[in-house]
């Protein structure tokens, strides 16, 4: 399993439609940063004393 995973499992998410990834990233310490995007891939990234989610398109 994966360290994505454990976290899900963790926070009890077993479907997508479970996935609430403001509520993730708050568990985390992570911002997300919503932005218009072409496609449906965002980046999430970590680097030393910050993590966050790029690219979510709303």
């Known amino acids: 399993m994966t360290p994505a995973e454990r976290l899900l499992v963790g926070l009890g998410i077993a479907e997508p439609k479970d996935i609430d ?8 310490g992570a911002v997300v ?9 965002a980046t999430i ?9 790029q690219g979510v398109g709303r």
Request: proline share 8%; glycine share 8%; hydrophobic share 40%.
């Open 21 to 28: 990834l403001d509520a993730i990233a708050w568990t985390q």
């Open 33 to 41: 940063n919503y932005r218009p995007i072409d496609n449906c891939e």
């Open 45 to 53: 990234f970590e680097a030393p004393h910050f993590g966050g989610v």
